[in-house]
């Protein structure tokens, strides 16, 4: 599903480059769980970037179901990113003004869907995370960890087939973030491939394969092992 084969990328600070990724090669199979373990400023987001379309590497090649997104156009890699990708940020990413509902609905504004098909299908992803209860609040008026799960709840809505979760549990307690990683899990037992990044190798440990990122250099084994 997720092929990156000798994946380089850099980035000009001042008059110099930085090389933040180095000959990544990575391979993601349908409805795996794998995390991307490694330190802050390691390069674990950038890859996450790539691998979301949100960034283009310097050189290599990156193939997702079976085609080459090198060459794809910034329309392309929008449709991508709006048919087969997920994102669950540590940020939440909700908008302060809308509820939890309004939230969970505003990308499907976009779909071709008829009002009762977003609302059948908000009604379905909050109830899937718990949320229905709270669907008419705002998000300052919800937990950490409620407003991550609104976050879910809106990736679950638009029914991607890839999840990327850049340190989903960051922001909030131990019990909250026990929940989101259950509710992750369940996501990939249901059929979704997930990739996640985080820094925690207790939560790394959640995932079905854990790959290690270190000074821009992706390896299967842990430094030192």
Not at 171 to 181: A, Q
Request: contains cysteine; hydrophobic residues 35%.
């Amino acid at each position: 599903m997720i092929k990156l084969s000798h994946i380089y990328k850099s980035y000009p600070i001042g008059d110099d480059e930085v090389q933040v990724l180095h000959d990544i090669n990575l391979h993601v199979k349908k409805n795996e769980f794998v995390s991307v373990l490694g330190p802050s400023g390691s390069g674990k987001t950038t890859l996450m970037n790539i691998i979301g379309c949100l960034d283009i590497p310097d050189s290599g090649e990156y193939i997702l179901d079976g085609e080459s997104v090198g060459n794809c156009t910034e329309d392309e890699l929008s449709d991508i990113r709006g048919s087969k990708i997920g994102f669950i940020f540590q940020q939440f990413n909700l908008l302060p003004d809308l509820t939890a509902y309004e939230n969970v609905e505003m990308p499907l504004l976009y779909h071709k869907m008829s009002a009762a098909e977003r609302h059948k299908t908000v009604m379905d992803t909050l109830e899937q995370v718990g949320l229905t209860d709270r669907m008419y609040h705002k998000p300052s008026q919800l937990s950490g960890g409620q407003q991550q799960r609104v976050a879910i709840a809106r990736v679950l809505a638009a029914k991607p087939s890839i999840i990327l979760a850049d340190e989903p549990t960051g922001n909030l307690d131990s019990v909250s973030g026990r929940e989101i990683l259950e509710i992750i899990k369940s996501l990939w037992k249901q059929g979704n491939t997930i990739v996640m990044i985080t820094h925690d190798i207790n939560i790394a440990k959640e995932a079905d394969r854990t790959v290690y990122v270190y000074d821009g250099v992706l390896s299967e084994k842990e430094r030192g092992k």
